[in-house]
């Protein structure tokens, strides 16, 4: 299910975990918008999906600090994003971040159990759409987005990805497990 794009949800899991499986990504950033229905399955036809996933975006593969994916999540999950003006993402299995509402601030993230290291190198993905208007959407420019490495496509079609994704592995689910929290 989707039934809100403002926090962690079925849906959105299913999709990132697929983005972070297929790209070999540390973070695989979906933005929640792009998630257009409330559920899927469990017979999922083709129309199904691109109901579900209408946008048929690339996707591409950036290399940024720890310093620099810290202050990523720091700007997604601020409160004021979430006031239904903002861009929300789903994150993929093995990511895990705090967010404390009250201070509004960052508490920890977390990538496979380990403290994410603020010189260390992480690979992410972000769809394009997201990326061309990193500064709004992730608070980073594009400059500093690709300061490290230029930017990689790893998917030309996200749908056809989802698509074949889907095809090879029968009988999914996901649950929301905790990825971001918001105490």
Do not use: W
Not at 83 to 105: L, R
């Amino acid at each position: 299910t989707h039934p809100s794009r403002l926090v962690e949800t079925e849906l959105g899991n299913l999709f990132s975990d697929i983005f972070a499986e297929v790209g070999n990504l540390d973070v695989a950033f979906i933005g929640s918008g792009s998630i257009r229905s409330l559920e899927m399955g469990p017979v999922v036809t083709l129309r199904d999906l691109k109901q579900a996933f209408p946008y048929d975006d690339t996707y591409s593969r950036y290399s940024v600090t720890g310093k620099q994916l810290e202050s990523i999540f720091s700007h997604i999950m601020r409160n004021e994003n979430r006031n239904g003006e903002g861009e929300c993402y789903q994150v993929n299995h093995g990511v895990h971040a705090v967010y404390d509402e009250m201070f509004d601030k960052l508490v920890s993230l977390a990538i496979r159990d380990q403290p994410v290291e603020p010189d260390r190198i992480y690979q992410i993905g972000i769809q394009i759409y997201h990326a061309t208007s990193s500064e709004k959407n992730l608070g980073i420019s594009m400059e500093n987005l690709s300061q490290l490495k230029p930017p990689r496509i790893i998917v030309a079609s996200m749908q056809s990805v989802v698509e074949e994704y889907l095809r090879g592995h029968q009988a999914i689910n996901r649950i929301v497990e905790g990825r971001l929290i918001y105490r």
